[in-house]
């Protein structure tokens, strides 16, 4: 069965990086384009950018783009996000999710928290 | 400012239905992209729900149904059960933002 599963989550500082990864098995990862989804706390879904099946294209919503770094490994079958200059606002449960460019998004794993501190 | 619009929350009596709406514009829904939707229970991951407008994943039952018009897409549940009352996103791509677009979400409440 498929299974995505996110770790690297924990407490930054603001203004300070964390990378996030996503360890995918039970489908051919490499046919599939990967996305990262935030809730922040009591809060609402919010994409976060999608890398496409083979790495060849990637877009970020305008609240990361140019901070955040989505990349992927389809030999590990493992996806990243590389996250720089971090801000309150970017505190979140980050989720790694698998669906087309434009959707749907299929699969979910089960989030890892990202808190970060003044 | 590209964005789908639910309402905040929604009520219904058990066995009663109701609808949830996602109100979007010509660079999302209005542009032909289709409209997908997601149960959430807090603490957990979301679930699909509806894809490609109106179509329902194995193991959802049929008292789920959702339908796209215009620039609007609604998720109808009908015969409510107290499990139901969870939240409920809209999803769609968006040709301005180059990117996926949730709605806002929406508490259905079983009274």
């Known amino acids: 069965q498929v299974q995505l599963v996110e770790s690297g989550g924990g407490v930054a500082q603001r203004g300070g990086s964390l990378r996030l990864s996503c360890a995918a098995s039970?489908?051919?990862?490499?046919?599939?384009?990967m996305h990262w989804v935030r809730q922040a706390p009591g809060k609402g879904l919010e994409w976060a950018a999608v890398?496409?099946?083979?790495?060849?294209?990637?877009k970020y919503a305008d609240s990361v783009r140019g901070r955040f770094t989505i990349s992927r490994d389809n030999s590990r079958n493992t996806l990243y996000l590389q996250m720089n200059y971090l801000t309150a606002d970017d505190t979140a449960i980050y989720y790694c999710?698998?669906?087309?460019?434009?959707?749907?998004?299929?699969?979910w794993g089960q989030g890892t928290l990202l808190t970060v501190s003044s | 400012q590209s964005v789908l619009t639910q309402p905040p929350s929604v009520s219904g009596a058990p066995g009663q239905r109701v609808t949830i709406s996602c109100t979007g514009s010509?660079?999302?829904?209005?542009?032909?992209?289709?409209v997908h939707w997601y149960q959430q229970v807090p603490g957990t991951a979301p679930k699909l729900l509806i894809y490609?407008?109106?179509n329902r994943p194995s193991g959802v039952p049929d008292r789920f149904s959702a339908s796209k018009s215009g620039t609007s897409a609604s998720l109808a549940i009908t015969g409510l059960q107290a499990e139901d009352e969870t939240y409920y996103y809209c999803?769609?791509?968006?040709?301005?933002?180059?990117?996926?677009?949730f709605g806002g979400g929406t508490k259905l409440t079983v009274l």
């Open positions: 490609g407008n109106s």
């Open positions: 999803l769609s791509y968006d040709s301005s933002l180059s990117g996926l677009l």
């Open positions: 999710a698998r669906g087309g460019v434009q959707g749907p998004i299929d699969y």
């Open positions: 039970g489908f051919n990862f490499r046919d599939f384009a």
């Open positions: 890398m496409w099946y083979d790495g060849r294209d990637k």
């Open positions: 010509s660079s999302n829904i209005g542009a032909g992209y289709e």
